[in-house]
């Protein structure tokens, strides 16, 4: 930079302070730039981390503890009501595990339906236009149901989806379980793999792949794989298109996913989650430190965040850094 | 009603904690450079540490925010998390920290440049010439953002009062008004560190 390209224009009063001001200024010459796209980068994990402490501070200052509370005690009261205590068979096919707005039992008068309420075979479920939930389901798998969602619990390896969208996921070990099928009126899906999504549309039902694969029962049977999507229109026609695992399209089941309980688990149960729900790739710059996550234990709680909001929260108490490129969640020791 | 020394970074620390976005972005803007700039130096120049440390230290200061009382500046306070996080690398480094010799890093001077926030002068201080431009551009930084940057823009690459004001998004008079506080501060934090100096001691006169 031509330090003399153009000579200030205030000699007046004072002069001789400026002169000095502006011969040490020049002498020093300018301060080092910061590389733009490191300040991207800084800025872009800065301002999640700041934005997600700005939401749990709001749900904080809500009342969520007491909220949790009184949904633990309406779920206790709930499973234990004499009118269900009569017909109740020997286990539940799931429990609500989350859930953000009414989610209600159609079969049980309309009944809302708080955390930790037990669901049986011919339980009918309905989200509000707002509401998503999530259940557990016997055997360990996990569903969520998007806005404006309506099923049936058929029996413990099927539903059947009246409109809206479903996400199954049956926890990484394909094969281990007996087949899940999802059934519509327009085919089935069932379940080849560990993570999809069914969803009723006006005109089409889509399916969507993130793990694994996921066998459309029709005709001719159709299978789709991870990291594709699936539409049968009203006609029968079918597209398909790509889909990456962590599409933003997927954002709604990281919304509806239930809390990970942080106490007591460790650094490497908590990733494994995280990349479970966010379809990351964990990577450890060195094998010492993959190795030595299973040993961290874990404090403290990340109740109010989703899922893709936790890492900054909790890697750096854990004096790890981290960055996200590509669906790769690189984790490195300082 | 009163207002200390640092009713500006508080109104800031407030404004964040309601989820302002825009100060989230006046207060990434102000402070990341300088942040970044001081682990550098501490780092050995390893651009790739000082960038993780920053973030670390930015999102640790975060997760505190509220319990900024306001009784250091807010450079000082995230500057302490950010020798924290410095410390902790070379920790797991199992290496000491390099001996850097930073004259900012001596407690007088150290207080001289949090007093500037607040104009004061305090500190004698001799100033050794191989030292000047890491002391000017340390006190630049030290600055509130908008001084350091008009000074630079001003003495260093030139520009009028008129251009400097369009760059602040204020008139021609506020930006002659903001650069003679801006000398008046620069000068203050200056001499507080180097009472004495003599420019003609560094080997050049004034133009």
Redesign the interface.
């Given at each position: 930079?031509?330090?003399?390209?153009?000579?200030?224009?205030?000699a007046a009063p004072g002069a001789?302070?400026?002169?000095?001001?502006?011969?040490?200024?020049?002498?020093?010459?300018?301060?080092?730039?910061?590389?733009v796209e490191?300040?991207r980068?800084?800025?872009q994990?800065?301002?999640e981390?700041?934005?997600g402490?700005?939401r749990t501070?709001?749900r904080r200052r809500l009342g969520w503890s007491s909220a949790a509370l009184t949904a633990a005690a309406a779920a206790a009261l709930w499973s234990l009501g004499p009118s269900r205590l009569a017909d109740r068979p020997a286990a539940p096919l799931a429990t609500v595990a989350s859930v953000t707005g009414p989610l209600v039992a159609v079969h049980s008068n309309g009944d809302r339906l708080p955390v930790g309420a037990p669901l049986y075979p011919g339980a009918v479920l309905q989200t509000g236009p707002d509401a998503r939930a999530a259940l557990a389901l016997s055997g360990g798998r996990s569903m969520r149901l998007d806005h404006g969602t309506r099923l049936a619990l058929d029996s413990p390896a099927s539903i059947v989806l009246h409109a809206g969208a479903v996400y199954l996921d049956s926890g990484g070990r394909p094969g281990q379980r007996a087949v899940f099928e999802v059934r519509t009126d327009r085919g089935a899906a069932r379940e080849l793999g560990t993570q999809f999504e069914v969803r009723i549309e006006a005109e089409a039902l889509r399916v969507r792949v993130r793990e694994g694969a996921v066998e459309l029962a029709r005709d001719q049977p159709v299978r789709v794989e991870a990291g594709s999507e699936l539409r049968v229109d009203a006609d029968g026609r079918i597209s398909r298109s790509a889909l990456s695992p962590h599409d933003p399209s997927w954002q709604w089941v990281l919304e509806a996913a239930p809390p990970f309980e942080l106490e007591g688990h460790s650094l490497g149960a908590f990733l494994a989650w995280v990349g479970r729900e966010t379809g990351w790739r964990i990577r450890f710059t060195d094998r010492e430190l993959g190795a030595r996550v299973a040993a961290i234990e874990l404090h403290g709680s990340i109740a109010g965040l989703t899922p893709d909001q936790t890492p900054?929260?909790v890697l750096?108490t854990c004096?790890l850094?981290h960055r996200l490129l590509d669906g790769v969640l690189r984790i490195?020791?300082? | 009603m009163q207002r200390g020394p640092y009713h500006a970074d508080r109104a800031l620390v407030r404004r964040l904690l309601a989820g302002d976005q825009p100060a989230f972005e006046h207060f990434f803007a102000a402070y990341f450079p300088v942040l970044f700039r001081f682990a550098l130096k501490r780092l050995g120049h390893d651009a790739d540490a000082a960038e993780e440390v920053v973030q670390s230290t930015l999102c640790k200061a975060i997760g505190k925010l509220a319990t900024y009382r306001g009784e250091a500046a807010l450079l000082t306070w995230l500057c302490s998390f950010c020798r924290h996080e410095i410390s902790a690398t070379f920790r797991q480094r199992r290496r000491a920290p390099q001996e850097l010799d930073l004259i900012e890093e001596a407690p007088e001077v150290r207080a001289a440049l949090e007093s500037l926030a607040r104009g004061t002068e305090d500190a004698e201080l001799a100033l050794r010439r191989r030292e000047l431009a890491n002391l000017v551009q340390t006190t630049l930084d030290h600055l509130p953002p908008r001084y350091g940057d008009a000074l630079e823009w001003k003495y260093i690459e030139g520009l009028s009062v008129k251009e400097i004001g369009a760059r602040l998004q204020v008139g021609p008079k506020a930006a002659e008004s903001l650069l003679t506080r801006a000398r008046q501060a620069f000068r203050d934090g200056f001499s507080s560190l180097g009472p004495g100096l003599d420019p003609s001691g560094l080997g050049a006169a004034p133009r």
């Open positions: 930079m031509d330090q003399q390209r153009r000579q200030p224009n205030d001789p302070d400026r002169d000095l001001v502006a011969l040490l200024l020049r002498l020093a010459g300018p301060r080092p730039e910061v590389p490191r300040a980068r800084v800025k994990a800065v301002q981390h700041w934005a402490q700005v501070r709001r900054a929260a750096p004096g850094s490195d020791s300082r | -």
